[in-house]
């Protein structure tokens, strides 16, 4: 779809506001709606049910006090909180009576509450009892963001490639702060989240058009909420294939009970490293995460935390050598206000101390190549001191959010190398001996702030213009940078069952300290980069059914330059490759489409079905290239059958093979094959993976057992993970000779945890 098109069907929404229309919904739906307007309800569940249902025709507190009369009910303000209680003159509807003296206190739109979603925004919430039912690799829920639509992956790294950007463009964020690689073997492709999924409460994933409230980043957004309370059990302790872990919560006080929650995490991850082909090593990892909340009153709550991710990882082979050691550090404190019904206000102080120190080294022999080897040893320190300000004021038809951060960056690097390439690399007219000693030292600050509303203009039509403005004062050679990045956002409710939402926006993307690419042997920041975005879609639901459809078209401009292994990425030693290259794009466009439908085909059984169409590419040296990751068609669907104490989930993707580089059999003795003339010209075999999750729990008096299993690539089909080549010098030149290299076979994992 192009420009012309989409403002036509944004002038066409625009011009369709001629009626408002009631909707019909239950009473639990309604409250939700007006809590993502960031009201804080108290109600009771013996008040509260699914089965009561309402008509209004808003949104509002004023609708929901009509609703609730109906029903015997009424809602009040007690100090900025919003409280449902049964109306002293009515009579309680025989439905009532019945209801069992014991209920559950339930509040929604808490201090530590979901972020707003963005209006016209494309994003997708997965809540905890939904993470744990996906089949995924080493039973990590964190990577059930990859069957999402319009996700590239070859089943390897935990971290999305989204609608055809670059690993680098996704921010992950956790109640509030900033994560920098939340992800154990971060220099192995980062197959393992650091976060046990056990403390998540819910996970949104954006893929387009985010609220300007996150900054930095231009394909997409994780926001990660912790889970404080748990209705029944408060500690949980598991072994499993890749973890053993002891996570527990609960509260201190008495007056005012304070919650905390700690979590400890340890494991091996040697049976998901088989895609690096070393035959001994010892991925070792550990996490751990420490928080607590306070209620200080009814409108003031306080929150303090730490949390660590550690690696230590070694392999070591009689070719090859590589160690990494990275430590990670946050520490935090965080408080929120409810300052009335409408005016609300969070702040967060956070620390981050992150250190990385990589070996490389290779003592290959090669007979035809007896030069080639070397050693490359990287260290890298960062410090970010972090300070940020979100506010939100509800104004009947508006609701306004607006905010600021600022952020002391240090960045130390420490680098040597000495490689020689070999013969394949003057084939490709890269560098083929390296010798490099760097120390670099820069600091400097950022920040930014940012303003948006929801503008409901009708009943049916809701505008989000948004702005953000981000600066930056660390760039070494280009001094000061600043960005401004206008957003719109437009949702249209065409009838009960049928929403449609459009996306305009600009997002920036700058160099961060830690980015730097001192590893292969860069000293400057790239000027930041931008992308200028257009989503399109529409939802459609019933009771059984929902049905959501997407068009989107990225442009990127002033593209930072990067290095890829264009052979095979899923090496033990990327840096000291033949292959790698560096690739200085002059721009970039990524389009598509993606469709979701989800159907309840039984109260216990459940299905779902995706498709994703994408084309991304790079121009390079005024050509249009694929990138790698760009694969056309994906399908992803299956289906989950859960009773009370069992669930068993089944789970298939499907999809066009990456593409990668072939090179020519033959080249002449001191020819060159430029880059840009091979560069992504191959598409591989299709991908495609088979996986299972099952899960069994039993209930006895004071704990819960529950046993799981996950079977990733059940038929432990040979996906193509690249190519490499063999080269062998002969009369006149060298006979180059690729062999195809695969992924990860079939990978099990079983655990049990017992939770009291």
């Not at 940020?388 to 960045?411: I, V």
């Not at 190398?417 to 560098?431: C, K, N, Q, S, V």
């Not at 950022?446 to 039509?461: E, F, K, N, T």
């Not at 169409?613 to 859960?642: C, E, L, P, Y």
Request: aromatic share 10%; proline share 3%; hydrophobic share 35%.
């Amino acid at each position: 779809m192009n420009c012309r098109a989409h403002l036509s069907l944004w002038c066409l929404l625009l011009a369709s506001t001629a009626w408002a229309q009631a909707h019909e919904m239950s009473l639990l739906d309604l409250i939700d709606k007006i809590q993502s307007r960031q009201q804080q309800v108290v109600y009771s569940s013996a008040l509260v049910r699914e089965d009561q249902m309402v008509t209004v025709e808003d949104f509002s507190i004023e609708s929901l006090g009509q609703a609730l009369q109906d029903h015997g009910l009424g809602v009040e303000a007690v100090d900025g909180i919003w409280v449902i209680s049964r109306l002293a003159d009515k009579p309680v509807a025989k439905t009532e009576e019945a209801t069992p003296l014991l209920e559950t206190v339930i509040v929604t739109g808490s201090l530590h509450r979901l972020p707003h979603i963005g209006v016209g925004s494309s994003v997708v919430q997965l809540s905890a009892e939904e993470l744990a039912l996906v089949p995924t690799l080493g039973s990590d829920a964190m990577r059930a963001t990859l069957r999402l639509p319009g996700v590239s992956s070859l089943g390897v790294s935990a971290k999305p490639r989204i609608r055809g950007g670059l690993q680098d463009e996704l921010l992950v964020m956790q109640d509030g702060i900033e994560l920098m690689e939340p992800f154990h073997l971060a220099d192995y492709h980062s197959p393992y989240s650091s976060i046990d999924y056990h403390t998540i409460e819910s996970l949104n994933v954006y893929t387009g058009g985010f609220p300007s409230r996150y900054g930095y980043r231009m394909s997409g957004v994780m926001d990660i909420r912790n889970q404080w309370h748990e209705d029944d059990y408060n500690t949980d302790i598991g072994i499993s294939s890749f973890s053993n872990f002891i996570h527990t919560r609960g509260e201190f006080g008495k007056e005012r009970p304070a919650s905390w929650l700690l979590s400890l995490r340890q494991g091996d991850l040697t049976d998901l490293t088989d895609y690096i082909e070393t035959r001994s090593g010892d991925p070792r990892y550990r996490d751990f995460s420490a928080r607590v909340n306070f209620d200080m009153s009814d409108s003031l709550e306080l929150t303090s935390g730490l949390a660590l991710a550690q690696d230590d990882i070694k392999f070591d082979d009689e070719e090859e050598r590589a160690t990494s050691l990275i430590d990670t550090w946050y520490a935090w404190v965080g408080g929120s206000w409810v300052f009335n019904s409408r005016t609300a206000s969070r702040f967060t102080l956070s620390w981050l101390d992150f250190e990385r120190d990589k070996d490389q080294a290779s003592f290959e022999i090669d007979e035809e190549d007896p030069g080639k080897g070397g050693f490359l040893d990287h260290r890298q320190k960062v410090n970010r001191l972090a300070l940020r300000n979100d506010w939100s004021f509800n104004d009947d038809n508006k609701f306004w959010e607006f905010g600021w951060q600022l952020e002391y960056n240090k960045g130390d690097y420490r680098h040597r190398a000495y490689i020689d390439r070999g013969e394949l690399a003057g084939i490709l007219g890269t560098e083929e001996d390296v010798s490099r000693d760097i120390t670099l030292d820069t600091s400097g600050w950022s920040g930014g702030g940012y303003a948006q509303v929801d503008w409901q203009i009708s009943q049916r039509l809701t505008l989000q213009p948004s702005l953000r403005w981000d600066v930056q004062d660390y760039y070494i050679e280009l001094g000061t940078e600043q960005q401004l990045s206008p957003r719109l956002g437009v949702s249209y409710q065409w009838n009960d069952a049928t929403q449609l939402r459009l996306s305009l926006g600009r997002f920036h993307q700058q160099e961060g300290i830690q980015e730097i690419q001192v590893i292969d042997g860069l000293t400057t920041f790239f000027k930041p980069q931008h992308s200028d975005q257009v989503v399109a879609g529409i939802e459609w639901r019933s009771e059984k059914l929902e049905l959501s459809g997407e068009l989107y078209y990225k442009r990127y401009e002033d593209l930072k330059g990067r290095f890829e292994n264009i052979f095979n990425p899923f090496v033990l030693l990327p840096e000291m490759e033949p292959d790698r290259v560096g690739l200085l794009p002059d721009r970039a466009v990524a389009k598509g489409a993606d469709m979701d439908l989800k159907v309840s085909l039984a109260e216990a059984l459940s299905a779902y079905f995706r498709y994703s169409f994408m084309d991304a590419r790079d121009q390079i040296d005024g050509k249009w290239v694929d990138r790698r990751w760009s694969q056309q068609h994906t399908i992803n669907t299956g289906i989950v059958w859960q009773k009370e104490t069992f669930s068993i989930a089944l789970g298939a993707t499907w999809h066009s093979g990456w593409r990668s580089t072939l090179m020519p059999s033959f080249v002449a003795e001191d020819e060159t094959v430029a880059v840009s003339s091979v560069l992504n010209n191959t598409e591989l075999d299709d991908y495609f993976s088979l996986d299972i999750n099952i899960r069994k729990h039993w209930i006895f008096p004071r704990c819960r057992v529950e046993v799981y299993a996950d079977i990733v690539n059940l038929t432990d089909r040979k996906n193509q993970a690249g190519i490499d080549f063999d080269i062998e010098e002969v009369e006149g030149g060298y006979d180059l000779s690729p062999d195809g290299e695969t992924l990860l076979g079939r990978v099990p994992s079983v655990g049990i945890t017992l939770s009291f």
